[in-house]
């Protein structure tokens, strides 16, 4: 039953996020440049070498035996899920010299096998991304399930991304942004509270 909800924790976590996310835009760049099977496979890699990898290490980092080590850390991870929703209310600014978005651009211009490229792009694109840092909370706070919460970090970024794909212009229509965002951050502050409240009493 664990290994289901730990699934479905990193698939809601990771999907919703990245609704809307810089690396879901620059996967619609590439729906032009090849079939819509390779640009999905890219982004299974990218997520696998970036999501996996937070994952991985922050389940060694759960699984150390010092009882007190872990509750400090847990109570990290769940402190930083609120901070990552109530951040997620604050405006962003606009910035015209993003140097990560500038540097991804130029990726996306480069004339190699697409699936490579894509997963070059996600990985660099969810570097320090408050999903990344997400699947390294979640890899502290079940350090057993790591596949499960690696395939659920996966299936979450594919299937945001096919929106991005297939459905980019109709979700645009029908479903505001800013409704998309706020779902996530509730979500972030909803496993935040439920974790710290569960952990201190």
């Given at each position: 039953?664990?290994?289901?909800?730990?699934?479905?924790?990193?698939?809601?976590?990771?999907?919703?996020?990245?609704?809307?996310?810089?690396?879901?835009?620059?996967?619609?760049?590439?729906?032009?440049?090849?079939?819509?099977?390779?640009?999905?496979?890219?982004v299974a890699i990218g997520t696998?070498?970036?999501?996996?990898?937070?994952?991985?290490?922050?389940?060694?980092?759960?699984?150390?035996?010092?009882?007190?080590?872990?509750?400090?850390?847990?109570i990290f991870t769940y402190i930083?899920?609120?901070?990552?929703?109530?951040?997620?209310?604050?405006?962003?600014?606009?910035?015209?010299?993003?140097?990560?978005?500038?540097?991804?651009?130029?990726?996306?211009?480069?004339?190699?096998?697409?699936?490579?490229?894509?997963?070059?792009?996600?990985?660099?694109?969810e570097l320090g991304d408050k999903?990344?840092?997400?699947?390294?909370?979640?890899?502290?706070?079940?350090?057993?399930?790591?596949?499960?919460?690696?395939?659920?970090?996966?299936?979450?970024?594919?299937?945001?991304?096919?929106?991005?794909?297939?459905?980019?212009?109709?979700?645009?229509?029908?479903?505001?942004?800013?409704?998309?965002?706020?779902?996530?951050?509730?979500?972030?502050?909803?496993?935040?509270?439920?974790?710290?409240?569960?952990?201190?009493?």
């Amino acid at each position: 039953m664990e290994v289901i909800y730990t699934f479905f924790v990193s698939f809601f976590l990771v999907f919703l996020s990245e609704l809307g996310d810089k690396t879901q835009l620059l996967v619609l760049s590439f729906s032009t440049k090849d079939r819509a099977k390779n640009i999905l496979l890219g982004v299974a890699i990218g997520t696998f070498f970036s999501h996996g990898l937070a994952i991985i290490f922050g389940s060694k980092l759960g699984s150390l035996g010092d009882d007190n080590f872990r509750f400090y850390l847990e109570i990290f991870t769940y402190i930083s899920f609120l901070l990552f929703g109530i951040f997620g209310f604050i405006p962003e600014k606009e910035t015209t010299n993003n140097s990560k978005s500038s540097f991804l651009q130029k990726v996306t211009n480069i004339k190699l096998n697409y699936i490579f490229i894509i997963a070059i792009s996600i990985v660099i694109g969810e570097l320090g991304d408050k999903t990344f840092l997400a699947s390294l909370g979640l890899g502290v706070k079940y350090p057993a399930y790591k596949i499960s919460l690696i395939m659920g970090s996966i299936m979450g970024m594919v299937l945001s991304n096919s929106f991005a794909l297939f459905f980019g212009r109709f979700l645009g229509n029908k479903f505001n942004p800013k409704f998309v965002k706020v779902l996530s951050n509730i979500l972030f502050l909803l496993f935040g509270s439920i974790g710290l409240i569960n952990l201190i009493f």
